[in-house]
Structure formats: C-alpha cells, structure tokens
C-alpha cells in the first residue's frame, strides 16, 4: 500500500515524498479514506502510530479542494499539552507547504500578543491547547461557527489532566454541523461516553491496541532501594554506553532531583516538567532531538509530545501509577522498525504497580538479578499476571490517579 493508493492530491503527495514518506502505517491506512468521505472517527491508537498525517493530510486535501473566501478557522485540533500543539503544526506546515494552507498554533505560558497577530492575519487550521483557546474566544479574538471539522487529540491525557471541563465548554462554541475526529490512546468507559457525546455514526479505527507492547522493544526490570536508582541509572548509561535516553520519574520535582544528580556526574541532562517556562522546554527538547544533550528527564504530561524516531532507550526511573501509562513511555523507543530497551526501577513501594504493570500486559518484565545496587530487603514475588484486562481500583478510578507529574 502506498500514499498514492490513498487518492491524495498531488501537493499532499508531493510534501509526503519531500518529507521521505512512502508508505502510510496502519492507522493512515485506515483513517485517511474515511476523513475524506466527511465521516467522523472514533480512533483508539498510541502516540507515535502516524495518527497526526492521519488527520492532517485529509484536512489539508479537504480545504485546498474547497477554497472559501472568508477568513474563518475551518479545522480546529485541540490537544493537552504545548509541546504535542506544537508537533502537530509542525505537521500541518511540512504537509501542506505546497498548498499555501494557513496555519497557526496557541498555548498557554507565553504572550499572546503575536498568537493574537497571526489569528488576525487569518487562519484556516488552528491547533490549540485547552486554556488558551478558551482564553482568546473569551476576549473576542477567535470566532468557531465557520468550523467545519474539530479534533480531539488525546482524549485520554485531558482527562488525566482535568481539561475534560474544557473540552465540554470548547465544543458548546462548536457548530453542531461539523465532522469530528476523536483520538485517544485508551478508551475507558469515561472516555466512551465522551466520544458518544460528540459523534455522529463514526467509523471506528483501532491500531496497536493498549494492552500489547511493540515486540521490538527489549524490556528489563531493575530491584532496588529508592535511595539507590540515580546511582543505578548512572551506573546503567555508563555501563552499556547508552547514547541518549529518555527517563520518565513520576513528579517535576523527582525530575529535577535527577538531573541535579546526572549533572554531578557529568552527565548532560536536562529535565522538562510544567514548572519550566516554554523556552526551557523547547530547548531542552531540541538540544536532546539534536544529541547535544544525552539524558532528557520528563514527566509524562510534558513529555507527551515528544516524538524522536531514533530514540534507543527509555527508563522508567519511577513506575507509573496507572499501567496503561507504561505501555505510552515504553513505547517512545522502538520506533520507524528499529530496536529499542525500556529499562524500569522498581522499589518496594511500587509493587504494586508492577503487579498491574504485569496484568495489563500479560506477562512478567524480565528482572535483571546481578547489578550493584540490588534491593536489600525480602522481595516477594509478585502474583502471576493475568491475561484478562480488568483494571484494579487504581487504574479505574480517575481519582487514584496521580495529578504531580503536570
């Protein structure tokens, strides 16, 4: 299957073969026809499955086949975080370069005043966070009954976030005529009854369900006391000579705490969380894309707009409270068909969530038994995972999950 196949026009196709694309991936595959016949989606599938061309490039063809002469926002994406507002128009600026799409993005943690100056120059696709956007219509600056197509990106993470009250209060500006595209990495029954909320008869797509982990993906468990993982996490990138690596903690502050531990010992690192200003995190960013900085620290909101095809190491220096998060982090290595490690610590107080790390996937993480900084108490094996996918309290519970990590 091919581009070509998908009956995209010859600018799309002609961005898609500047930026080296040949081949759509599964969720392209399946999405892209249905978008262009005016249908709306509801799609289950992770970040890192191509899931941003697979509603961008429809939207591009849709508008450049169907110029209006007003200057009203016509195609809406509204997603969690800066960093992922930012990817996503990235996106729309290399697949549509040849088609003079106008395009803009907002967010919170800046001015406004030059978001303000491109809205009034026009634009045809916004790409906005939750708060911004609510800001700016509050004011008067955008304006959404020409709307014709609204993306919800990351359903699963504005819940998380509590931007769902947002979300409800964005979509009440919304026309009610409109083509609605709905993506989530999970579908909890929260989630579900959203997605009903807001769609038409959609057609449902699904690719990498959440309960299965990329094969590529060689994962490791490491025992050991709390006190110990910096020096175990050191010890592991000096060991192996591990290039770049991605640690994910559970709080902003444990992030900086392992940074300040990392830059101790030489290590190039830098850490992005919700306390660091915009420009911290995009430079952070883009020193680690370019490979100037070995180590970045995030937490997993800030982090989830990172999307590094060449990435070979992720550590879960914290385990995550909610299982399905670990399949996310895990799943930012191994990508474009090429290997990857995720590499988890585990301290006493996180049997738990090993144990439903475990369930959810179906099997157990192989331990690795012989390395310096071993846990030094009685380690009780875990019970043995099942393959169903019931969730215990924790993962059901919105209210158990944590809200630190922002």
Known sequence: MTFQKLNLIEPVLQ???????????PIQHQAIPVVLAGRDIQGCAQTGTGKTAAFALPI??????????HKGIRALILTPTRELAIQIDESFKAYSKFTRLKHTVIFGGVSQVPQVRALSRGVEV???????LLDLIGQGYIKLHHLETFVLDEADRMLDMGFIHDVKRVIAYLPAKRQTLFFSATMSPVIEKLAQSMLQSPVKVEVTPPTSTVDKIEQRLYHTNKKDKPKLLHHLLEEQSIPTALVFTRTKHGANRVVKYLLGMQVKSAAIHGNKSQTARQAALSDFKKGSLRVLVATDIAARGIDIDELTHVFNFDLPDVPETYIHRIGRTGRAGLEGTAIAFCEQEERVNLRDIEKLIGKRVPVVQNHPFPFDGNLTQSPKPSHDNNRNQRSRNPQFRSRSAS
Not at 126 to 132: H, I, N
């Open 15 to 25: 961005a898609l073969t500047a930026e080296g694309y040949n081949t759509p991936t």
């Open 60 to 69: 591009i063809q849709h508008m450049y086949n169907n110029r209006k002469s």
């Open 126 to 132: 916004l790409v906005a966070t939750p708060g911004r």
